[in-house]
């Protein structure tokens, strides 16, 4: 909750930047037109003071242009860091659905059954194994990285088809 909120007050920032720049250099445009608008109109023994109003307005537009670049670079080093993030956590997650936690000898298919199991299946069948073993429902769900609602309705379902089962064997009165 706390990451897409940071992340929404960090992109608020470097959209104010952006917007400022963006400002700040329209500004420069516009001065820089007068500027030229007053050299066109001015007598030549004025120009010796506008040639410092110009070294000015240059200095000014370089430092917009570092100060454009640097902001440039910061959004490029948090979209380069954001991007690793949500990398990492997509192998961390597919890792966690893809292999079993339990034991590697234990209910691993083979053969035509390896090739036609659901990645789904793999984790459903490791909710039930978990809570044969006991485990809680916040344990199984942070030992999987499953919600919790997940958990609950596998157990629920396995409860169920159980009890069908039961009662498909058992014979009529």
């Given at each position: 909750m706390t990451l897409p909120m940071l992340n929404f007050w960090e992109i608020l920032l470097d959209v104010t930047q952006i917007g400022l720049c963006g400002l700040i250099i329209v500004f420069l445009i516009l001065n820089r037109v007068k500027f030229k608008q007053l050299i066109l109109r001015a007598p030549s023994y004025q120009q010796s003071t506008h040639i410092n109003a110009e070294f000015v307005l240059e200095a000014i537009r370089q430092q917009t242009e570092l100060a454009f670049?640097?902001?440039?670079?910061?959004?490029?080093k948090e979209r380069q860091t954001l991007d690793a993030y949500y990398q990492q956590s997509d192998k961390r997650l597919a890792s966690?659905?893809?292999?079993?936690i339990s034991n590697p000898a234990q209910d691993q298919p083979t053969g035509s059954?390896?090739?036609g199991m659901d990645p789904a299946n793999v984790i459903y069948n490791e909710i039930e194994n978990l809570a044969d073993k006991g485990l809680s429902l916040t344990d199984i769900s942070?030992?999987?990285n499953v919600p919790e609602g997940e958990v609950d309705l596998v157990?629920?379902?396995?409860?169920?088809?159980?009890?069908?089962?039961?009662?498909?064997?058992?014979?009529p009165v």
């Open positions: 670049n640097h902001i440039l670079e910061t959004i490029d966690g659905l893809l292999t079993p059954e390896a090739q942070e030992r999987l157990l629920k379902l396995k409860h169920l088809s159980r009890g069908s089962d039961k009662q498909k064997n058992q014979p």
